[in-house]
């Protein structure tokens, strides 16, 4: 299993906001930047935020990275219907020598 | 606005290789900013990054440690592709694979396939 920990599903109503955390180590979040993806069904992985709490160009400013030592947050204000997906953390691994994915949380919008 | 466009057979022996392709266009295999990822994805593994391979003057290729010892990656620049090859497969190499792309350092893995849903089955 990862070394990257999420927890498995976070719920919400719509208009509220969420945070998903992801709890690492000193080889992984604690010395690398932090990546985020949206996972809609039956498609690729989408990059949501790099660097830790940088928004590709096309992301809404709904979503916000964080990180403070050896976990890092995702943020989505504002929640929609649309959000409804697998969002996973991934940073650098030192011991991998590559990047580690998150377990991986499911957000479900009530 | 960069693509990449997946190839290969969806069903592989075991103990075979398993082999796949990924076109780009948009952007360049030997771009000296860029670097080229295969990623797959299992109900019993998740999200797996398998490998990458980049060029700085010169082409460099790194490997998750879990596979190091049957995989490659190789570039092919005369055809603006890369490719991955896993040796010696066994069931439990069953996933949906994507070749993905950090079209410069420290930007995340910006750029998808489409996936390609390989089994491992005689």
């Known amino acids: 299993q990862s070394v990257v920990t999420q927890p498995p599903s976070v719920s919400g109503t719509p208009g509220q906001r969420v945070t998903i955390s992801c709890s690492g180590s000193s080889s992984n979040i604690g010395s690398h930047y932090v990546y985020w993806y949206q996972q809609l069904p039956g498609t690729a992985p989408k990059l949501l935020i790099y660097?830790?709490?940088q928004r590709p160009s096309g992301v809404p400013d709904r979503f916000s990275g964080s990180k403070s030592g050896t976990s890092a947050s995702l943020a989505i204000s504002g929640l929609r219907s649309e959000d409804e997906a697998d969002y996973y953390c991934a940073p650098w691994e030192d011991s991998l020598s590559g990047y580690v994915f998150g377990t991986g949380t499911k957000v479900t919008v009530l | 606005q960069v693509q990449l466009q997946q190839s290969g057979p969806g069903l592989v022996k075991p103990s075979q290789t398993l082999s796949l392709t990924c076109a780009i266009s948009?952007?360049?295999?030997?771009?000296?900013?860029?670097?080229w990822s295969w990623v797959r994805q299992s109900p019993s593994r998740g999200l797996e990054w398998l490998g990458r391979?980049?060029?700085?003057?010169?082409?460099?290729?790194n490997y998750a440690v879990s596979v190091k010892s049957r995989i490659t990656i190789n570039p092919d620049a005369s055809k603006n592709q890369f490719s991955l090859q896993l040796k010696s497969v066994t069931p439990e190499d069953t996933a949906v694979y994507y070749c993905?792309?950090?079209?410069?350092?420290?930007?995340?893995?910006?750029?998808w396939g489409q996936g390609t849903t390989v089994t491992v089955s005689s």
């Open positions: 993905a792309g950090e079209t410069s350092a420290h930007t995340g893995l910006g750029v």
């Open positions: 391979t980049y060029y700085r003057s010169k082409w460099y290729s």
């Open positions: 948009g952007d360049s295999v030997s771009s000296n900013s860029a670097a």
């Open positions: 660097r830790n709490d």
